[in-house]
Each structure stands twice: as structure tokens, then as C-alpha cells.
């Protein structure tokens, strides 16, 4: 399983440990991943992911799963994610 977050994207990045001798060696910060369940307001269901804390934040600041995919850039999305973007766009249309 990639360590990324299915909504925005964010992935581990490199830096270094620096020790109290200024000795430099390679590290990787790994972003802060939870396997949440979130729920659909147009779809009526609930749907499991891999997000980051931060994405957590910030679906409930904009106001629920729906939204926040509303606004979201596809190239950040997952297949998974952008699957159910256009699946709540179709159905927002049909209504």
C-alpha cells in the first residue's frame, strides 16, 4: 500500500538527521495516514480511505466529503477518489 493520501496527494518527503556534530544522514518524513471512513451526503454511502490527518481537517471544514471533492484538482485525487468525484457529479446532475 503507497503511502499517500487518496485526496490530496501528499506523500513522504526526504530531509536529513542531523546529529548534536552536525553529521548529516538521510531520512524520510512519512505523512500521518488514517484509514478513515467517510460518508457521501449525495450518494448516500459511506466509502474507505487513506487520507492524512490534515485532508481529515479539511473535508470537515468545507464541509463533508462531497464538497471538499468539489473543489479538488484532479491530478491530486486517486483513481479511487476521482471515481467517486464523477459518480457525485453524475448524480448531483440527475437530480
Known amino acids: 500500500m503507497a503511502r499517500r493520501c487518496e485526496l490530496t496527494g501528499k506523500g513522504p518527503m526526504t530531509g536529513n538527521n ?3 556534530a552536525k553529521n548529516r544522514t538521510r531520512r524520510r518524513f512519512l505523512p500521518n495516514l488514517n484509514d478513515v471512513t467517510l460518508m457521501s451526503d449525495t450518494l448516500g454511502r459511506s466509502f474507505k480511505m487513506r487520507i492524512s490527518a490534515s485532508a481529515l481537517r479539511t473535508v470537515d471544514h468545507r464541509g463533508g466529503l462531497d464538497a471538499f471533492l468539489a473543489k479538488a484538482k484532479d491530478e491530486e485525487l486517486s ?13 448531483q446532475a440527475n437530480a
Open 18 to 20: 542531523v546529529s548534536h
Open 79 to 91: 483513481a479511487n477518489a476521482l471515481k467517486i468525484k464523477k459518480d457525485i457529479a453524475k448524480a
